[in-house]
């Protein structure tokens, strides 16, 4: 794994003399926002899209890629992925862990993100796990292999955290060893205030440093209140610097936490999973929350047994921004076939269900201004398809990030086949080795 991501830094360093400048014609260009644009040409020039249209001339540094017979869609965009973290995605030991960050122990070495740029997708949310009522900070990340992680993470992006709901915070699906009692809360009674008291405490935390700055401006002798890491990010979410994505399932808890953010005054940026978001889907608009959902997930536990597949299409309809995501490694890599099926599902028009993927992903994100959508300013992360992304038939051809190819389909056939010769020739080795050392063996033997 390391010596492919080492293969593929060296194949993908940018021109140092010069822009990298690239041009793909002759194919149909998705942009998403702004309709389909048969035989279109998308410019980039550096890390950003220069020019997308028809008849665009190939500037006489460009790279050309023929696009002919196929289609070029903006990276996709999983809301809700755990690729890349080191170690557990759970810090268990208490109900409210905001204090940690998944962003301090995110690795380049899971192959799981090339074989996510395979399937077209280029940003992800990596999220904090479920264990926790409130977990731990989220990271927003883009799939860069080949590079060292600190280029992974996207700089500016919103800060993020992870709220749960259900059975994984009041470890229903688990139990502790005998004679060691279960940590609290042990309910959704408990879950809910949990919440609650974390936000009680977070506004007494910002109450007294209101007090001791209020005397510092007067010249009072003041002392400031004890610094607390987790009381600052509970503060920095009442200050709407942090958004919320909520793991949940239920319509009572979605309910639940919805008034509960109402009363303690902050917003739900995203509701994860939300698999029975369609009883309570204009509830959900009206607080302005959005949905990253699974389509065809459920009965894994019981409070996934309401799933419908409709659901995605039934939250669009009734004014929630939607998303589907992966909480997978596997589905992270096709997260456009989720999108296709809200069509039968729910009868959403092409252009709905590739937003899906795309622009509803970078717009709970926050960053609808740079990705999601093929348009000129917005940073080159695009996929080219050798069909309609739409189609189980179709795959990816080429993957771009920020202009960089960093998924070449061909160039990874040739490195299976020169990786599979190295293998073949390093195992011929050891068995030429193994014999000569066993004749060796024998001959010590007779000689003694």
């Given at each position: 794994?390391?010596?492919?991501?080492?293969?593929?830094?060296?194949?993908?360093?940018?021109?140092?003399?010069?822009?990298?400048?690239?041009?793909?014609?002759?194919?149909?260009?998705?942009?998403?926002?702004?309709?389909?644009?048969?035989?279109?040409?998308?410019?980039?020039?550096?890390?950003?899209?220069?020019?997308?249209?028809?008849?665009?001339?190939?500037?006489?540094?460009?790279?050309?890629?023929d696009g002919t017979g196929k289609f070029v869609l903006p990276g996709i965009i999983d809301t809700?992925?755990?690729?890349?973290?080191?170690?557990?995605?759970?810090?268990?030991?208490?109900?409210?862990?905001?204090?940690?960050?998944?962003?301090?122990?995110?690795?380049?070495?899971?192959?799981?993100?090339?074989?996510?740029?395979?399937?077209?997708?280029?940003?992800?949310?990596?999220?904090?796990?479920?264990?926790?009522?409130?977990?731990?900070?989220?990271?927003?990340?883009?799939?860069?292999?080949?590079?060292?992680?600190?280029?992974?993470?996207?700089?500016?992006?919103?800060?993020?955290?992870?709220?749960?709901?259900?059975?994984?915070?009041?470890?229903?699906?688990?139990?502790?060893?005998?004679?060691?009692?279960?940590?609290?809360?042990?309910?959704?009674?408990?879950?809910?205030?949990?919440?609650?008291?974390?936000?009680?405490?977070?506004?007494?935390?910002?109450?007294?440093?209101?007090?001791?700055?209020?005397?510092?401006?007067?010249?009072?002798?003041?002392?400031?209140?004890?610094?607390?890491?987790?009381?600052?990010?509970?503060?920095?979410?009442?200050?709407?610097?942090?958004?919320?994505?909520?793991?949940?399932?239920?319509?009572?808890?979605?309910?639940?936490?919805?008034?509960?953010?109402?009363?303690?005054?902050?917003?739900?940026r995203e509701l994860q999973h939300v698999l029975e978001g369609y009883k309570v889907a204009r509830?959900?608009?009206?607080?302005?929350?959005?949905?990253?959902?699974?389509?065809?997930?459920?009965?894994?536990?019981?409070?996934?047994?309401?799933?419908?597949?409709?659901?995605?299409?039934?939250?669009?309809?009734?004014?929630?921004?939607?998303?589907?995501?992966?909480?997978?490694?596997?589905?992270?890599?096709?997260?456009?076939?989720?999108?296709?099926?809200?069509?039968?599902?729910?009868?959403?028009?092409?252009?709905?269900?590739?937003?899906?993927?795309?622009?509803?992903?970078a717009k709970q994100l926050r960053l609808d201004h740079r990705i999601g959508s093929i348009e000129?300013?917005?940073?080159?992360?695009?996929?080219?398809?050798?069909?309609?992304?739409?189609?189980?038939?179709?795959?990816?051809?080429?993957?771009?990030?920020?202009?960089?190819?960093?998924?070449?389909?061909?160039?990874?056939?040739?490195?299976?086949?020169?990786?599979?010769?190295?293998?073949?020739?390093?195992?011929?080795?050891?068995?030429?080795?193994?014999?000569?050392?066993?004749?060796?063996?024998?001959?010590?033997?007779?000689?003694?």
């Amino acid at each position: 794994m390391r010596k492919l991501a080492v293969l593929f830094a060296f194949a993908a360093l940018p021109l140092l003399a010069q822009e990298r400048v690239t041009l793909i014609r002759n194919a149909t260009i998705l942009t998403v926002t702004s309709g389909t644009i048969e035989n279109g040409s998308v410019l980039i020039r550096g890390s950003k899209i220069a020019a997308v249209g028809k008849d665009i001339a190939a500037p006489a540094n460009a790279q050309v890629i023929d696009g002919t017979g196929k289609f070029v869609l903006p990276g996709i965009i999983d809301t809700h992925s755990h690729t890349g973290v080191e170690g557990s995605v759970n810090e268990i030991s208490l109900p409210n862990t905001g204090m940690v960050r998944i962003g301090d122990v995110m690795t380049a070495d899971d192959i799981s993100a090339y074989r996510q740029l395979a399937g077209g997708t280029t940003t992800a949310l990596v999220l904090h796990g479920s264990a926790n009522a409130i977990g731990g900070q989220s990271q927003i990340v883009k799939w860069k292999w080949g590079h060292p992680v600190s280029e992974w993470l996207v700089q500016g992006a919103p800060r993020t955290i992870k709220f749960a709901l259900g059975e994984n915070p009041k470890s229903a699906n688990f139990r502790p060893p005998e004679g060691q009692a279960r940590q609290y809360p042990a309910t959704r009674m408990g879950v809910e205030e949990v919440i609650r008291k974390s936000f009680t405490d977070a506004r007494d935390y910002m109450a007294s440093w209101d007090e001791y700055e209020a005397k510092r401006k007067r010249n009072e002798p003041a002392i400031p209140p004890r610094r607390d890491v987790l009381m600052d990010t509970m503060a920095d979410i009442l200050r709407g610097n942090i958004d919320v994505h909520a793991h949940c399932y239920r319509s009572d808890e979605i309910m639940m936490l919805l008034r509960l953010a109402d009363e303690m005054g902050f917003k739900i940026r995203e509701l994860q999973h939300v698999l029975e978001g369609y009883k309570v889907a204009r509830e959900i608009a009206a607080h302005g929350a959005g949905g990253g959902t699974f389509i065809d997930w459920w009965g894994y536990k019981a409070e996934a047994y309401d799933a419908i597949p409709y659901n995605p299409a039934l939250m669009m309809r009734n004014g929630v921004l939607t998303s589907v995501n992966s909480d997978s490694d596997e589905l992270a890599r096709h997260l456009n076939h989720d999108a296709a099926k809200a069509m039968k599902y729910g009868g959403l028009t092409e252009d709905e269900a590739l937003r899906l993927c795309t622009i509803n992903g970078a717009k709970q994100l926050r960053l609808d201004h740079r990705i999601g959508s093929i348009e000129a300013g917005k940073d080159a992360d695009l996929a080219i398809w050798t069909g309609h992304p739409l189609s189980i038939y179709s795959r990816v051809d080429t993957t771009m990030i920020e202009g960089e190819i960093l998924f070449d389909r061909q160039r990874d056939l040739q490195q299976r086949e020169a990786m599979k010769r190295e293998k073949e020739e390093r195992l011929k080795k050891e068995a030429d080795e193994a014999k000569k050392n066993k004749k060796d063996d024998a001959k010590e033997k007779k000689d003694a």
